[in-house]
């Protein structure tokens, strides 16, 4: 979760029409240094959950699904592979974290005490 939770805090959008990951990129590229966004990895293991999601995440939108089998479902139908229980936890689990993230970016919400909503917690 780790690696999601940084993924979606670099999505995040930081301005209009830009990117955390975009605007940190800048800022390297302005500074002739390296690229500073590095994040927990990914756990090889988990690579193809992690890439479900981010294809269902396309596919749904803001709407994210609710049941366990409407996911494994959907993997079934994009993959032709159905997920384990487990994977379809790991599944329900990412939308939530990205749901979260979203509600945080949305309401200007951080947990930083400057209270401009770009906390990494």
Same mark, same amino acid.
């Given at each position: 979760m780790a690696f999601a939770a940084h993924q979606l805090?670099?999505?995040?959008?930081?301005?209009?029409?830009?990117?955390r990951a975009e605007a940190l990129a +800048?800022?390297?590229?302005?500074?002739?240094? +390296?690229?500073?966004?590095?994040?927990?990895?990914?756990?090889? +293991?988990?690579?193809?959950?992690?890439?479900w999601f981010a294809a269902l995440a396309f596919c749904y939108g803001e709407a994210a699904p609710g049941r366990p089998a409407e996911i494994a479902a959907d993997v079934a +139908?994009?993959?032709?592979?159905?997920?384990?229980?487990?994977?379809t936890d790991l599944l329900l689990r990412l939308f939530a974290l990205r749901r979260r993230a979203?509600?945080?970016?949305?309401?200007?919400?951080?947990?930083d005490d400057d209270g401009n909503g770009d906390s990494r917690a």
């Open positions: 805090w670099l999505n995040a959008p930081v301005g209009p029409a830009i990117t +800048a800022v390297a590229k302005a500074r002739g240094g +390296a690229l500073l966004n590095d994040g927990p990895p990914l756990p090889g +293991a988990l690579a193809h959950v992690w890439r +139908a994009l993959t032709g592979i159905g997920p384990t229980g487990f994977e979203g509600a945080e970016t949305t309401n200007g919400i951080g947990n």
